[in-house]
């Protein structure tokens, strides 16, 4: 008790001690007009000498500037981008970004709840704006995030937030818009000695725990079909828009069967159904499809699930999904590593994805999946302006520079906790007389 | 016949023609009245399989109190012998078991008493033996075989039913496991069955039962076995004098027999006989029955083998989803096992088989069955189960061949022993028979002319279902048949009656007769003559092998899929109009050539003409030096730390290299042409590191760089403090950055004074653990230190300077940023992560501009992977500096080749593309710091290991290549072949943390 006392003294005297965050942004005061840059819609279209305008943090233009005819004199505030590119604000699935500060430092977690079914649960109040990790990820052009719990059968609710607030209410952008599952694994045990690797035999209980859940989900939909239930279960109460579809069931599964497996599980149900992880998600697209499953592709940068597979295989799932038709978005692991998500959409181009297919599928795809498409995910006239200016391709770590970011229309401070660690050390070589 | 029956005729026999129990053991006394015999038994008009490459027809074998009197063809058989009449049957040597555990106490299988600590637990430092014993527990040298040897006759029973009569014995517990003792299997007091008390020392890689913690890497028990023979050279030097030890003491002992080493695997092999070639000893190597994969590196070794016929079980691979999980070299294992000994036969390899590894001993002739239907001859099957295992123990003049004079322990077969069908009859063990079937026993079998009154039938019998037919008529009746000694009892209905006939008779020289009662119970007589005897098999066998012969797969090197059947040569290219990024003061090269030739490259020019070389069109691509990773734990084998104690200077990953990791392809994929594998980060002073050129499909001494000087592993901060188990368990010094600097203090003194004791001629014990440090204090081992927070990094320098030492690398570096100026004037370089923070505290500061503010403090910056993934992809992790920090993209570019090559020192041979280094060459699609770009080809020594058109037919022929084993499984699954349920094997995949225990 008293040790643990003295290290959460600790890790809140070094929380005080570094800088404290960058200021959240205040609300849009002006109209706001960016000239000349390419505009990549995130629907697939590109506009190469873009005009986009946008006030009172919606966008109100979207056009060309040698088509447009709008009076320039309204904005006070012109940037021109000549050169540089705009982009939807990215948006990250999946992840415990704000859940946990340090990995390793048992206090500072707060992804995983204890028991088997919490789909009560809600990630959103465990939601650390003051978290030192959002500012370095947002300053990559990643805008919005899926604050997802982890472990457990049935984990608990993920909702969107916009990553610059002082609060967990402020940052909330959909409450508690799904119900995420750790679908039964196929296959379990450990490490075998002899072979000095992980040698996992099929797990026999795979048709009986998916049972098990479906056991679980129909009582929950029989729960769901009383209008004033006695006794109150919280539980299923935190399941009943699972059936009309007002929530999202998220199945985490990798594996074939369990991905196919999920997928009629979720049809079964009568839940809208999206495959989280899908690692072999390319090798049944077709049930996917005729499903309307759609993808949330985990960690492309990955390597092969066998030592037979395609050496490149991660890297080209998500062109395979896209020319099977199946709606996808990417996804990195962590809380930290979330910066990475244009680079790993850089990658997939790298492998065979059309470049404005990847934009579709770290902005407009990724909303969609969430519901919240009609409002934010795309450079469309009508829907918030979050969005990014880049000196280059943001998916290519040679040339991305986020410059400018906005969330809703508020300019947000893109330096971090890193950017100021930079400066302070330069400046300390500088007064060393550098080399 | 179930076994306690067989063991009751056994015992039947005893009764009658056997001298008491108590016989040989003059010693002593007895109840009863005294019952000495001569036990002179004459076995006539045999086929005697005298050796392996020696066969009488029609010959006499005479044996004598349990030895062989003589053997031959017409001799002359003394009056008092009992005679036994074995004609048409074969009598041979019987076989030795090498490697057997018969006789053995049983080792207590409770493993909750196991782990001695780990990451989370708590350690035991030394062994919890009472007495004056090794310090490590699993060493169990003064262990005596001979002295527990209880004889076992459940066990011995099992062994001799498949044709074995003596066996080389010994605990399977421990690294090394103390002597082994040669008994035979007769149920005799150990008195009569110990043969040879002290016959072998066996060690292996594996602590059995010791619940010490070190070692926990395999590693760490090489480095321990090493030090052992010091200690045991020092000890019998004059060590003894200070400090008594028995286990060193029956080591020196132990010496003098064979040395026999069981292992895991081929590679495991390798690096037994390594061990054994330091010491000028020559190992026994017990494999695991994959030698075939690496023939002609064991065949270098001339170790002599002990081969297991543990030849796999077929996957079940009918859902063509669950078998994507079996990979390709389980399924080609499955195929080529059962060629394993045909292969080291045909290699010229000497070598024995053991039982040793089979589920069920009774299925050992079936195994050897495999074995001979997959090219192993009679001969040499017979040989390394008689002949080669004498030799191997010094048994020669005892066993191994039917010789006058020698132990008579042989066995009596109704047929060739290797036929499908043969049968063991009689096991003789040193004179005493033990009967698995009667010499004479009645066994009707073929096609017999049966006349039941006046109704004649033909029966089959003896072969699947018996049947009686009525002559004229085509139906089979079913029949069913007893024998008891001659009596013979047959039933059936023959076919169109109702009635069953019963007959009742005898068998005489082949035919049958007797009485019987028909259905309506009129008594008849009956007879039944032979028709002919049975086709032999060995024919059929032949086809079947033949057969399967041709549709064997080759054997690839590595064994794993992208494995090639023949390895890479060095080739002479040309590289037309690349854009050439050459490290040096040209900088990148537009439209250039660059020729390579011998590994080496050539010249770098415009408009090179070298009309003999291959030409490359590298116009609009990028060519480079090869990726160097700094920090990396690829290609290790069972473990990556050996956390046991603070220090493990004495352990070295150039012992564990596993060159049968798929990583060195995926990473050649990536560029990387060489690799620094590091130990891990478990303990301040770690192990010594290994560099490696990815040169995939070679051996694993092959694959390491040469003439590069020795580095070590360091390391700091929470790993070693072990912070991050649960709650501080770890009683292993130190827990605090204190004590860390406490063990370097203590250590690096202790290691000068070692140094000047031994510049002083004085008599001193080699410690290898000593003598790495010391090699650091005279500039001849380089560190590279895991570190992260300043406070250490500044300790660990003051700690160099005052020691007189110098840090060469900080690796994982992340705030080396906060001391780059310190580092600099040390003239330390850094390597680390590109963007990694926040897994732990101590990374709370990392940031993604260290490399640049290093680089710019004029560190030597390297940006490396410890992670098997971002290794693949370290021009991406270069790169990050430019987005991050605006770096310079040549100075990006070193980051990940020209200054890890110096950083390793050397440069001189990698690092840069200049006329003369080797030619480890990438050529990219892009510009090789973008995310777009993809390395097209990658050379290591001017050989193509990597290219990509290549490799997208390499994955055609897997496909193939599995589609082709799948089909072959399914079909053997179908004719009734075992199989084992669908694995999911994943390859271990290391970073410095990882301490499981992997010496179980």
New interface residues.
């Given amino acids: 008790m008293k040790k643990s006392i003295i290290v959460i003294a600790f890790i809140c005297s070094f929380i005080i001690g570094s800088k404290a965050q960058p200021l959240p942004a205040v609300a849009q005061s002006e109209p706001i007009l960016i000239m000349n840059a390419t505009a990549h819609i995130g629907n697939g279209k590109v506009i190469e000498k873009a005009l986009i305008a946008f006030e009172n943090g919606k966008i109100t233009i979207v056009d060309n500037v040698q088509t447009s005819r709008i009076d320039m004199s309204k904005f006070k505030k012109v940037i021109n981008a000549a050169g540089n590119h705009v982009y939807p604000g990215m948006i990250s699935m999946s992840t415990d970004l704000g859940l946990v500060e340090i990995i390793a430092v048992r206090q500072t977690v707060d992804h995983t709840e204890t028991g088997d079914m919490n789909p009560s649960v809600r990630s959103i109040v465990a939601y650390n704006t003051d978290s030192q990790v959002p500012p370095t990820v947002r300053s990559n052009g990643i805008l919005l995030a899926q604050i997802t719990p982890n472990g457990g059968r049935i984990s608990g609710q993920s909702s969107v937030v916009e990553l610059d607030a002082w609060n967990w209410e402020d940052a909330a952008y959909k409450f508690d818009e799904g119900v995420h599952v750790n679908f039964p694994a196929l296959f379990s045990g450990g490490f075998d000695f002899l072979s000095g690797g992980f040698a996992q035999r099929k797990n026999e209980n795979f048709a009986k725990q998916i049972t098990e859940l479906e056991q679980f989900f129909s009582e929950a939909k029989a729960y769901a079909a009383m209008t004033s239930p006695s006794p109150k279960n919280l539980k299923f109460e935190a399941m009943r828009d699972l059936f009309s579809q007002k929530k999202t069931l998220y199945i985490h599964a990798n594996l074939v069967k369990e991905i196919t497996e999920g997928v009629l599980f979720g049809k079964k149900m009568g839940c809208k159904t999206v495959i989280v992880g899908g690692r072999d998600a390319y090798l049944v697209t077709d049930i996917l499809k005729s499903n309307n499953v759609a993808v949330i592709l985990d960690e492309t940068q990955a390597l092969p699930a066998r030592v037979d597979d395609d050496i490149d295989q991660p890297f080209k799932s998500p062109a395979m999904l896209k020319a099977a038709g199946i709606p996808f978005t990417l996804s990195v692991n962590g809380h930290w590593q979330q910066r990475n998500l244009p680079l790993m959409a850089g990658q997939a181009v790298a492998f065979g994805l059309g470049y404005e297919d990847a934009v579709t599928a770290v902005t407009l795809e990724p909303a969609k999946i969430l519901g919240i498409d009609k409002t934010v995910g795309s450079l469309e006239e009508g829907k918030d302006a979050t969005l990014i200016i880049t000196e280059g391709d943001v998916f290519d770590m040679r040339t991305s520079k986020v410059k400018q970011a906005f969330i809703r229309g508020k300019e947000i401070d893109l330096t971090n906790k890193q950017t100021d660690l930079y400066k302070r050390f330069k400046t300390k070589y500088d007064r060393l007389g550098g080399k | 016949m179930r076994p306690n029956m067989r063991f009751f005729i056994a015992l039947l026999w005893a009764a009658v023609i056997l001298p008491p129990l108590s016989k040989a053991q003059k010693t002593f006394p007895q109840n009863g009245v005294f019952d000495e015999r001569e036990s002179l038994f004459a076995f006539t008009n045999a086929t005697i399989v005298k050796s392996w490459n020696e066969k009488l027809d029609n010959a006499t074998l005479l044996i004598r109190n349990g030895r062989i009197e003589a053997v031959g063809v017409g001799i002359t058989i003394p009056k008092d012998a009992v005679v036994i009449d074995v004609k048409k049957k074969y009598i041979y040597p019987s076989f030795i078991e090498t490697f057997g555990n018969y006789g053995m106490p049983e080792i207590p299988a409770s493993t909750a008493q196991r782990g001695g600590g780990g990451f989370f637990g708590r350690e035991q430092f030394v062994s919890n033996k009472k007495g004056a014993y090794s310090w490590n527990e699993a060493f169990k040298t003064e262990f005596k075989a001979h002295e527990v040897f209880a004889p076992n006759d459940k066990e011995a029973e099992i062994l001799r039913g498949v044709g074995f009569g003596t066996v080389v014995t010994h605990q399977l517990d421990g690294i090394s496991r103390g002597s082994a003792a040669v008994v035979s299997l007769s149920d005799e007091r150990a008195h009569t069955s110990l043969i040879k008390p002290v016959a072998a020392h066996v060690m292996s890689f594996s602590k059995g039962t010791s619940t010490q913690t070190y070692p926990t890497s395999l590693m760490g028990c090489i480095a321990l076995l090493r030090q052992t023979y010091l200690d045991a050279q020092w000890y019998a030097n004059g060590g003894s004098k200070e400090e008594k030890n028995l286990s060193l003491e029956a080591w020196n002992a132990l010496q003098s027999v064979p040395q026999v080493f069981d292992v895991?695997d081929k590679l495991e092999a390798l690096r037994a006989a390594k061990i054994a070639s330091e010491f000028s000893k020559k190992f026994i190597i017990k494999g695991r029955g994959d030698d075939y994969q690496r023939l002609n590196e064991l065949k270098t070794t001339g170790s002599p083998l002990i081969l297991p016929l543990n030849f796999p079980d077929a996957y079940d691979v009918e859902d063509p989803?669950?078998a994507?999980?079996v990979?390709?070299?389980d399924l080609k294992h499955w195929e080529l096992a059962p060629t394993n000994p045909s292969r080291v036969a045909a290699a010229g390899i000497d070598f024995a088989l053991t039982t040793n590894g089979l589920r069920n001993k009774a299925d050992f002739f079936k195994q050897v069955q495999k074995a001979i239907e997959a090219g192993l001859t009679e001969g040499d099957a017979l040989k390394s189960l008689t002949a080669t295992p004498a030799r191997l123990f010094g048994l020669e003049s005892d066993l191994g061949s039917l010789d006058r004079g020698k132990i008579a322990s042989f066995f009596i077969s109704d047929k060739n022993i290797f036929a499908k069908d043969a049968k063991i009859l009689h096991n003789w063990v040193q004179g005493r028979p033990y009967v698995l079937s009667d010499l004479d026993k009645v066994d009707p079998k073929g096609t017999y002319n049966l006349t039941v009154g006046n109704q004649n039938y033909v029966l089959s019998l003896g072969r699947g279902e018996n049947t009686a037919t009525k002559s004229g008529d085509s139906t089979k009746a079913k029949l069913d048949m007893t024998v008891l000694k001659n009596s013979i009892n047959i039933l059936f209905t023959p076919s169109g009656e109702k009635g069953m006939i019963r007959l009742s008779g005898v068998v005489e020289n082949g035919n049958m007769s007797g009485r019987g009662q028909l259905a309506d119970g009129t008594w008849v007589n009956w007879q039944a003559e032979a028709k002919g005897a049975s086709a032999g098999n060995d024919e059929e066998r032949k086809n079947t092998a033949e057969a399967k012969k041709e549709e064997l797969g080759d054997v690839i090197y590595p064994f794993?899929?992208?494995g090639r059947k023949e390895l890479p040569k060095s080739e002479r290219v040309l590289f037309k109009n690349a854009t050439v990024w050459t490290n040096e003061t040209d900088g990148i090269l537009q439209a250039t050539d660059v020729l390579i030739e011998g590994g080496k490259i050539l010249q770098i020019g415009k408009n090179i003409d070298a009309s003999t070389a291959k030409t490359v069109d590298a116009t609009g691509k990028h060519l480079t030096a090869g990726i160097i990773d700094e920090h990396s734990h690829i290609t290790v084998?069972?473990g990556v730390n050996e956390g046991a104690q603070s220090s493990s200077a004495e352990v070295r990953i150039a012992d564990v290299i596993?060159c049968d990791d798929?990583?060195i392809?995926?990473q050649l994929?990536g560029g990387v042409t060489s690799s620094h594998i590091l130990h891990g980060s478990a303990n301040s002073i770690g192990g010594q590191t290994q560099l490696i050129k990815m040169r995939f499909g070679y051996e694993p001494e092959k694959m390491k760089f040469e003439n590069w000087p020795g580095y070590i592993k360091f390391a700091l901060g929470?790993n070693v403090k072990r912070a991050?188990g649960d709650?501080g368990v770890s009683s292993r010094f130190p827990i605090t950055r204190m004590g860390v600097e406490q063990v370097f203090d203590d250590h690096f003194t202790r290691a000068r004074e070692y140094l000047n004791a031994q510049k002083a001629g004085k008599f001193i014990r080699r410690d290898l653990e000593l003598e790495a440090l010391g090699e650091i204090l005279e500039g001849k081992r380089h560190i590279t230190c895991h570190s992260y927070v300043q406070s250490e990094i500044n300790m660990l320098l003051k700690t160099a300077d005052r020691h007189g030492f110098k840090v060469n690398t900080f690796t994982h570096i992340l705030e080396g940023?906060?001391v780059?100026?310190k580092m600099?004037k040390h003239g330390a370089a850094g390597a680390g992560f590109a963007?990694?923070?926040?897994?732990?505290?101590e990374v709370?500061?990392a940031?993604?501009?260290n490399a640049k503010?290093m680089q710019?403090?004029?560190v030597l910056a390297s940006i490396n992977s410890d992670d098997?993934?971002m290794a693949r992809?370290l021009n991406?992790e270069a790169?990050?500096s430019?987005?991050y920090?605006n770096m310079d993209?040549v100075a990006a570019w070193k980051m990940v080749t020209l200054n890890p090559a110096r950083t390793l020192r050397v440069d001189s041979r990698v690092g840069s593309v200049k006329v003369g280094k080797d030619a480890d060459l990438v050529l990219w699609s892009h510009?090789p710091?973008?995310?777009?770009?993809?390395a097209e080809q990658t050379y290591v020594d001017g050989v193509k290991f990597f290219d990509r058109q290549e490799?997208v037919k390499m994955?055609d022929e897997?496909r193939k290549e599995?589609a082709r084993l799948v089909q072959k499984t399914l079909l053997s699954k179908k004719s009734g072949a075992a199989t084992q349920?669908?694995?999911?094997?994943?390859?271990?995949?290391y970073d410095c943390e990882d301490e499981?225990d992997?010496m179980?």
């Fill in positions: 895991g989803i669950d994507l999980q990979a390709l070299s794993i899929a992208y084998a069972r596993n798929i990583n392809y995926r994929a929470e991050n709650g940023y906060k780059a100026e600099a963007d990694w923070w926040n897994y732990k505290y709370y500061d940031i993604p501009q503010l710019d403090a004029g098997a993934e992809r991406q790169a990050k430019v987005m920090a993209e510009n710091l973008s995310i777009y770009a993809k490799d994955q897997i599995r349920p669908v694995q999911r094997r994943t390859q271990r995949l499981d992997e179980r």
